[in-house]
């Protein structure tokens, strides 16, 4: 049988990172063996549902390169796959395990559910729901069941654990687990309201969509025991079971959004790339052998393996996803990135500029930053004259003879035929060892007349791509300003 998997969310809001790494798990492991990948959104739990929460979903795995072969918009052979459009499949197979006796109703009411766990806590019991107390098929007359059920009393269809019994599943991640049932819940497979619970649904699913692998996270661990009595209730054969570990913060505790972003959205926003993005979540448990950590997406889909993830929990360092960023940055196309600095600067307000300018920006400050957006504010002397001047790096560069060298190196540069690195280096070295100074302090002057700043990258690098004209009208209305007192600081 052809492997298929699923990622099946809840739209709750954004996908949370620990979501983009169980998608790409199952992504990787689908691919890496020719098989089907289905996105399944369960949306059962209305109280949790976010309006358009499944478009913003769908497209961040979209942005994410996470492609479903089918899902929704997609369709497919197993659909519909948005489980408030399959409540009459999931009633129907309530209804079967009613009828064969291994679930029931139960037709207690909130308050005395939470009355029976105050109790069992207040006596130091696990809380579990008691069928030989509350008011079910098991303490009710079968009259008084279909009396109630007729006259609209509202109930619930729990599952039927049975007693004195082992659940055994292996897991790939995990090996094998086993577990009594007297520590099984009679879960409520279907609520008051006519939806499904997570478990009954996500059963049925799985089964009806032919998923072969059941890959998702560690928090869904205690679940699959019940998950297996329903496969095994039905007479149906179970899938392959792998949980993934939990996702840490540097102090161990469990990810989540008190200590920093969880949420893909955030990440995208913060400009990473989502190559640098997938290469670290996939790395979040799981590497394949020797030192290397930078992997394109087909790498990973040749090397995965789910046997090779690890049980502990891994940690999400953000100072790791910064150090990938970089390392993306630096290997991107020029073009490709010019093209994303372009759609940038125009959102900051700059003039436009040519895609070759732009390429030539990015190879000369690339070294510098770890996200393209921060290129527009490490050097914003690149799109428009400096409108401000660093006051502490004028009060200590600049000099009496400042002006007059200033003067001279703006006829000496307008003279240059060729206005590049080693013409400017020339011309300005002269005019220092002329007056028995060093290069380094008149460099400190150009540097502020035409950045305004106190660093940046290299002098005459950056004069060389700002070209004749704009140095030259650079230097001339420092000048200007500076005679007239009306430098601004």
């Known amino acids: ?130 069928r030989e107390t509350m008011k079910n098929q098991f303490t009710l007359s079968e009259n008084e069941v279909n009396y109630r059920i007729k006259s609209g009393e509202p109930y619930v269809v729990r599952l039927l654990v049975p007693e004195n019994y082992k659940v055994h599943f292996t897991d790939i991640i995990r090996g094998e687990v086993v577990v009594d049932s007297i520590e099984i819940d009679d879960q409520v497979l279907q609520k008051s309201d006519g939806y499904p619970t997570y478990h009954l649904a996500n059963v049925v699913d799985d089964y009806l969509m032919k998923i072969t692998h059941v890959i998702r996270g560690e928090e869904w661990l205690p679940s699959t025991p019940k998950h297996i009595l329903l ?37 995208r926003k913060k400009g990473y790339f989502k190559e640098a993005i997938i290469n670290f979540v996939a790395l979040l448990g799981w590497n394949p ?76 400050h690339r070294e510098r930053v770890t996200f393209l957006h921060q290129i527009t504010d490490f050097c914003p002397y690149m799109f428009q ?20 060298v200033l003067k001279e190196l703006k006829i000496k540069y307008s003279e240059l035929e060729n206005f590049d690195h080693d013409n400017l280096h020339k011309v300005t ?11 380094k302090d008149i460099i400190h002057t150009i540097r502020l007349v035409i950045t305004g700043r106190s660093a940046g990258a290299g002098m005459f690098e950056t004069m060389e791509l700002l070209g004749k004209n704009e140095c030259l009208s650079r230097i001339q209305n420092f000048i200007e300003n500076y005679e007239k007192n009306e430098l601004v600081f």
């Open 429 to 439: 070295n002269y005019a220092a060892t002329s007056r028995g100074l060093k290069l």
């Open 385 to 404: 004259k400096p409108e401000k001047f660093d006051r502490e790096y004028f009060e200590k560069h600049w000099k009496d003879y400042s002006l007059e």
């Open 289 to 364: 052998s020797g030192d290397r950590e930078i992997y394109e997406l087909q790498e990973l889909i040749d090397n995965f393996k789910l046997e090779k993830v690890n049980k502990g929990g891994a940690v999400f360092d953000i100072e790791k996803l910064n150090w990938m960023n970089f390392q993306y940055l630096m290997k991107k196309d020029t073009k490709e990135l010019a093209l994303e600095l372009q759609s940038i600067i125009k959102d900051k307000g700059y003039s436009d500029f040519e895609i070759e300018y732009l390429e030539k920006v990015i190879r000369l």
């Open 231 to 267: 496969y095994e209730a039905f007479g149906w054969d179970k899938p392959q079971f792998a949980h993934l570990p939990l996702l840490l913060n540097k102090d161990k505790s469990k990810l989540s959004k008190r200590q920093g972003d969880v949420a893909v959205e955030d990440y």
């Open 1 to 130: 049988m052809s492997v298929r998997v699923r990622f099946a969310p809840s739209p709750t809001g954004y996908l949370h990172v620990g979501g983009l790494r169980t998608a790409l798990y199952n992504y990787l492991f689908c691919r890496n063996q020719g098989g089907k990948f289905i996105l399944r959104i369960e949306d059962t739990d209305r109280t949790r549902f976010v309006e358009n929460a499944t478009e913003g979903l769908i497209e961040i795995l979209n942005w994410a390169g996470i492609k479903f072969d089918e899902g929704p918009g997609v369709g497919g052979d197993y659909g519909p796959y948005v489980q408030s459009e399959r409540l009459e499949i999931y009633k129907k197979y309530a209804n079967i395990l009613i009828q064969k006796g291994n679930a029931y109703y139960a037709f207690d009411s909130p308050e005395e559910i939470e009355q029976m766990r105050k109790t069992q806590q207040e006596k130091g019991l696990n809380s579990k729901y008691d």
